[in-house]
């Protein structure tokens, strides 16, 4: 069972915003990864994490922005949230060496812009 | 680059039955895995089952074993004695992965997804 929490669960919020989703993982993982995901769509890799101070762009270009200061924490931010943001993300885990470095997943934040 | 198909958007199961959710996936990597992923309504994606691509026997997780078919590309998730529990959506992903031969260490570590399959148990 993983241990990763995601906040906030739901964010509504108005063109302009600066926010912050919140990622931490208890489990020692040197790998965080953050996903974004359209309703009814499949998951997109926007950010990933080998370790700390490491950072890296995924597949899916995101105008978001990623640190990891600390092992267990991988925020992820966007300093003018604009509708087009409106989407769920979701953050993940793994451990390398682990079993098939396996990621898990968080509860995932549903933003949504106005 | 890596692909992965799901060519099942929905399906409708009666409770108890058996169910196969169909995956096909496409890479020029030698070294590879398979997961599935179950994500319920609340959002959140749980691992199910994890397939190596140098792995010998077919994956059991409990009620989930995977149907590894490698010269055709398929890795097909089998839920055996379906539950109403079991109606979610069902993603299939795939990695590069270090093995024995022709990782290439480069890139992103992160999944590639299929679209996903909405299971419905219907009792």
């Known amino acids: 069972e993983a241990d990763i929490y995601q906040t906030p669960r739901y964010l509504v919020i108005g063109t302009g915003k600066k926010i912050t989703l919140e990622c931490s993982q208890t489990?020692?993982?040197?790998?965080m990864y953050w996903y974004q995901q359209d309703p009814g769509m499949e998951l997109h890799l926007i950010h990933y994490?080998?370790?700390?101070?490491?950072?890296e762009k995924g597949d899916l270009s995101s105008e978001s922005t990623v640190s990891r200061i600390r092992t267990e924490h991988f925020p992820l931010t966007l300093e003018s949230a604009r509708p087009s943001h409106t989407s769920q993300y979701l953050c993940?885990?793994?451990?390398?060496?682990?079993?098939?470095?396996?990621?898990?997943f968080g509860p995932g934040t549903r933003l949504t812009v106005l | 680059a890596q692909k992965i198909t799901q060519t099942q958007p929905g399906m409708f199961v009666q409770e108890k039955e058996a169910v196969t959710l169909d995956c096909t996936y496409d890479?020029?990597?030698?070294?590879?895995?398979l997961f599935w992923y179950k994500q319920p309504s609340s959002g959140e994606m749980i691992f199910l089952i994890y397939?190596?691509?140098?792995?010998?026997q077919n994956a059991t997780e409990g009620r989930y074993s995977l149907n590894f078919q490698k010269a055709r590309k398929s890795a097909n998730l089998v839920i055996s004695a379906s539950q109403l529990g079991d109606s979610a959506m069902y993603f299939c992903?795939?990695?590069?992965?270090?093995?024995?031969?022709?990782?290439?260490?480069?890139?992103?570590?992160?999944?590639?997804f299929g679209k996903g399959t909405h299971l419905i148990i219907q009792p």
């Open positions: 993940a885990s793994s451990n390398t060496g682990g079993i098939a470095d396996t990621q898990y």
């Open positions: 489990m020692g993982h040197d790998k």
């Open positions: 994490s080998y370790g700390v101070n490491s950072t």
């Open positions: 890479t020029s990597d030698p070294s590879y895995g």
């Open positions: 397939q190596g691509s140098y792995d010998q």
């Open positions: 992903a795939m990695r590069d992965e270090p093995g024995e031969v022709g990782y290439s260490g480069g890139g992103a570590d992160g999944l590639t």
